[in-house]
């Protein structure tokens, strides 16, 4: 059983430019959210999709969007790069449909951006 | 408002030994969820351990356990027998139940495994 998996794992860009990132989510999951974590912090919640739709964003600028597809892979887009976006960018899935608190996110490896 | 403190950004402890990664957490719900995960030098975050606020035992999960002591608002990881792939950052992280889908993450600690 396949888990998370995101691609590419590396990409270096150029400011200015525009960059999208795909995240396949761990088969039977339905929810993708991506976590954006800079180097020596910790993860910040960007976004989260969950039938198709934006469920919740963290506070990051519209330069953020992402589309989920009807089989629930995921896509971020990032729009008109900065140097500060450089971070590993990280898509977790998990099983939603309802409140659980303790429902648990099954990370990927992450893709490591640099914009130069 | 930072919502999860780890404060310590490094730990070292011998082989074998047992290890506590300290983590205090800010919220004002009564339900939220408590998390420990791992991320080695691939990057990839590996669940550990969860705690929920109602839960009266401390969670256990192999030779990770979770100290909660709900009053003082912390959530100490204890790693027992540690071993040398135990070197890693570990995170400490939190999930509201009226902010259900964000969870959110402290700094981490990286912990260092010595022979």
């Known amino acids: 059983d396949a888990g998370v998996t995101q691609s590419p794992t590396h990409l270096i860009k150029t400011r200015g430019q525009q960059v999208t990132l795909r995240c396949s989510p761990k088969s039977g999951h339905d929810t993708v959210s991506w976590y954006q974590q800079a180097l020596g912090q910790g993860p910040q919640f960007i976004f989260q999709?969950?039938?198709?739709?934006?469920?919740q964003r963290g506070n990051f600028p519209d330069r953020f969007s992402g589309h989920q597809f009807p089989n629930y892979s995921s896509e971020l887009n990032v729009n008109a790069l900065l140097l500060g976006d450089s971070a590993l960018y990280l898509c977790?899935?998990?099983?939603?449909?309802?409140?659980?608190?303790?429902?648990?996110?099954?990370f990927g490896q992450g893709t490591r951006l640099t914009v130069v | 408002a930072q919502k999860i403190t780890q404060t310590q950004p490094g730990m070292f402890v011998q082989e074998k030994e047992a290890v506590t990664l300290d983590c205090t957490y800010d919220?004002?719900?009564?339900?939220?969820?408590l998390f420990w995960y791992k991320q080695p030098s691939s990057g990839e975050m590996i669940f550990l351990i969860y705690?929920?606020?109602?839960?009266?035992q401390n969670a256990t999960e192999g030779r990770y356990s979770l100290n909660f002591q709900k009053a003082r608002k912390s959530a100490n990881l204890v790693i027992s027998a540690s071993q040398l792939g135990d070197s890693a950052m570990y995170f400490c992280?939190?999930?509201?139940?009226?902010?259900?889908?964000?969870?959110?993450f402290g700094a981490g600690t990286r912990l260092t495994v010595k022979p």
């Open positions: 977790a899935s998990s099983l939603e449909g309802g409140w659980r608190m303790n429902t648990e996110a099954f």
């Open positions: 919220t004002s719900d009564q339900s939220y969820g």
């Open positions: 992280a939190m999930r509201e139940d009226l902010n259900n889908n964000d969870m959110r």
């Open positions: 999709y969950y039938e198709e739709e934006e469920r």
């Open positions: 705690q929920g606020s109602y839960d009266e």
